[in-house]
Structures are given as structure tokens and as C-alpha cells.
T-cell receptor, first 116, second 118 residues
Framework: AQKVTQAQTEISVVEKEDVTLDCVYE???????LFWYKQPPSGELVFLIR??????QNEISGRYSWNFQKSTSSFNFTITASQVVDSAVYFC?????????????FGSGTRLSIRP | GAGVSQTPSNKVTEKGKYVELRCDPI?????LYWYRQSLGQGPEFLIY????????DSGLPNDRFFAVRPEGSVSTLKIQRTERGDSAVYLC????????????????FGPGTRLTVL
């Protein structure tokens, strides 16, 4: 069975602080995709990143960075120098790379609040 | 171009009533997904269509839920005898084609329909 755990329900930091959102996943598949999505107060799901299980290289995109560690089944997300606009619910997610269904399994989300 | 659209944006109904939720996918997208997001939770998969056929309906919670996509474009999620526990945001996503064999096709999500059952 596939499962995504985001143990941090809510995080609140002051603007400009760095913050890391944790994600631990479970899957029996050897090939899979991992994702992060952002859901701002307006409600739409905004895609942030997708990683293939073959590629463990860390990725940086501006103030965002992702740390994928297969050995610990983790895919953590760090925001550097956080801004108020980063306030949202963030979801980590997982999908089988070879199934014809390719449904996405989401974690329960981490609500991030950035205080000015 | 236009993204995935869902109507209505909000639906309030009474317990026991029947509701229909509509999804208009991105033009040309053959794969369509329905997810349900309960308060404080992540989206949960309900059903997936490839073309007109439901390829995987394993996420539908019970037989009160049904979805169709008769012409391979617009899809309607139908809920009979609604219960208070059905209150959630129902999200639709579409993809150019099925993700298969290690090739991922991005799922584009709509804004959702917020269903409230009183």
C-alpha cells in the first residue's frame, strides 16, 4: 500500500526565517513519483515539483529546495527566507510510475503560516 | 488556454438529496480524475476515466457515488441520497493522456466544487 505522512500539522514562523516541511512516504513500488503541491487560501492546487524515484539529486528553485532521500523514504521541502505569500497548505504526494491509473496519493498537508 | 473548470463552485444541499457536479477538462485531454478533499485532509482519489470509460473507480466510497463521461470530455459526478459526511471539496483533474510505463503526464487540477450537505 502507498502512504504519505506529513507529521507537521501546522507550522508558524516569522518572515525571513527558513522553514522545512517534512514528508515520509511508504510504497512497495521500486519506481514512483513524488510531488509537492501548494494550496493557498484561494483553494486551488498549485503544482510545485515532481521527482522520479531514480533521481535522488536535490533540487533548488529560487527560495525553494527539495531533499529526496530514498534510504529514509523522505522528500523534505525547505523554504529559505520565507515570505508572507508563502502562507498556504502544502501537500506531499506519491504516485506509481507504472500503473495505468496513476492516481496521486496525498499526505494530510502542513499548514504554513508566515507572520510579518 | 482555458484550464479545468468545475461547476458549480459551491453547492449547498439537504441530507437525502441528489446532486451533480460537473467537470470540464482541458480541451484534448483524454484522462480525467476526480478527487475528494475533506476539511483538513489531502485530496483522496475517487475515480479515473480514460476516454469515456471508468478505468479505475476503486476510490468511490459506496454505491451512492457514480460518475460518467459519455463523450470523453465533460464528466459529471453524481451523488445520491447525500449524507452530511459527503461534505467536502470535490476536485477534478485532467491530463493529456494516461500516465503509464514510467512516463508521467501532468494532472492539471480545477478549482473544485465545495459541497455542503445540511
Amino acid at each position: 500500500a502507498q502512504k504519505v505522512t506529513q507529521a507537521q500539522t501546522e507550522i508558524s514562523v516569522v518572515e525571513k526565517e527558513d522553514v522545512t516541511l517534512d514528508c515520509v512516504y511508504e510504497t512497495r513500488d521500486t519506481t514512483y513519483y513524488l510531488f509537492w503541491y501548494k494550496q493557498p487560501p484561494s483553494g486551488e492546487l498549485v503544482f510545485l515539483i515532481r521527482r522520479n524515484s531514480f533521481d535522488e539529486q536535490n533540487e533548488i528553485s529560487g527560495r525553494y529546495s527539495w531533499n529526496f532521500q530514498k534510504s529514509t523514504s523522505s522528500f523534505n521541502f525547505t523554504i529559505t527566507a520565507s515570505q508572507v505569500v508563502d502562507s498556504a497548505v502544502y501537500f506531499c504526494a506519491l504516485s506509481d510510475a507504472y500503473s495505468s491509473a496513476s492516481k496521486i496519493i496525498f499526505g494530510s498537508g502542513t499548514r504554513l503560516s508566515i507572520r510579518p | 488556454g482555458a484550464g479545468v473548470s468545475q461547476t458549480p463552485s459551491n453547492k449547498v444541499t439537504e441530507k437525502g438529496k441528489y446532486v451533480e457536479l460537473r467537470c470540464d477538462p482541458i480541451s484534448g485531454h483524454t484522462a480525467l480524475y476526480w478527487y475528494r478533499q475533506s476539511l483538513g485532509q489531502g485530496p483522496e482519489f475517487l475515480i479515473y476515466f480514460q476516454g469515456t470509460g471508468a478505468a479505475d473507480d476503486s476510490g468511490l466510497p459506496n454505491d451512492r457515488f457514480f460518475a460518467v463521461r459519455p463523450e470523453g470530455s465533460v464528466s459529471t459526478l453524481k451523488i445520491q441520497r447525500t449524507e452530511r459526511g459527503d461534505s467536502a471539496v470535490y476536485l477534478c483533474a485532467s491530463s493529456p493522456e494516461t500516465s503509464w510505463g514510467g512516463r508521467w503526464n501532468e494532472q492539471f487540477f480545477g478549482p473544485g466544487t465545495r459541497l455542503t450537505v445540511l
